[in-house]
T-cell receptor
Framework: AQSVAQPEDQVNVAEGNPLTVKCTYS??????LFWYVQYPNRGLQFLLK??????LVKGSYGFEAEFNKSQTSFHLKKPSALVSDSALYFC???????????????FGAGTQVVVTP | GAGVSQSPSNKVTEKGKDVELRCDPI?????LYWYRQSLGQGLEFLIY????????KSGLPSDRFSAERTGGSVSTLTIQRTQQEDSAVYLC????????????FGPGTRLTVL
């Protein structure tokens, strides 16, 4: 079975400071990992994904994430947060070694990011 | 199309009525997914299609929920005899394929059952 945990319901950060949103996962095989962002009253937008290769993945809007296999983590980071980054962030995992034929995408519960001016 | 579209954007219905929600995926995307997002909650997987077939219906909450996809494109999610607990935002997504491909989401349909 696969699962993903986002241990923080909310992250508060001042504009200009570094932003980190935590994500840990559990899969039976190797993971595909994704981050999505949801702005108020809008659908989810894809930010970045880890498939294979370099553990540091760069995505949209200046975000990046580091895949750490030993810690089973995929934390989302941004060096300097903007007020416009305030949104709901979801981590998702898919087990490429899973027994089902399509690899269900499992979402975390989400982390609300609040960036204050 | 340019993105995933869903209609209607908002639907208010009375308890016991049937509703149909529509999803138009990105052209060429073979996989289509339905999720439900209740207020303050994460995403609950409902069903997915690969082409016109739905191999995994395990996420449908009850037999009042059904979905179909025709022509490998448009999908409809039907909820019969709606209940108040069905109130949520229903999100549709599509992807080029499965596994390592990211899903592109529509804006959702907000369903309110009175």
């Amino acid at each position: 079975a696969q699962s993903v945990a986002q241990p923080e319901d909310q992250v508060n950060v001042a504009e200009g400071n570094p932003l980190t949103v935590k994500c840990t996962y559990s899969v039976s095989g190797n993971p595909y990992l994704f981050w999505y962002v949801q702005y108020p009253n809008r659908g989810l937008q894809f930010l970045l994904k880890y498939i294979t290769g370099d553990n540091l993945v760069k995505g949209s809007y200046g975000f990046e994430a580091e895949f750490n296999k030993s810690q089973t983590s995929f934390h989302l980071k941004k060096p300097s947060a903007l007020v416009s980054d305030s949104a709901l962030y979801f981590c998702a995992v898919r087990d490429r070694g899973g027994t089902d034929s399509w690899g269900k995408l499992q979402f975390g519960a989400g982390t609300q990011v609040v960036v204050t001016p | 199309g340019a993105g995933v579209s869903q209609s209607p954007s908002n639907k208010v219905t009375e308890k016991g009525k049937d509703v149909e929600l529509r999803c138009d995926p990105i052209s060429g995307h073979t996989a289509l997914y339905w999720y439900r997002q209740s207020l303050g909650q994460g995403l609950e997987f409902l069903i997915y299609f690969q082409g016109n077939s739905a191999p995994d219906k395990s996420g449908l909450p009850s037999d009042r929920f059904s979905a179909e996809r025709t022509g490998g494109s448009v999908s409809t999610l039907t909820i019969q005899r709606t209940q108040q607990e069905d109130s949520a935002v229903y999100l549709c997504a599509s992807s080029k394929g499965l596994m390592g491909n990211e899903q592109f989401f529509g804006p959702g349909t907000r369903l309110t059952v009175l």
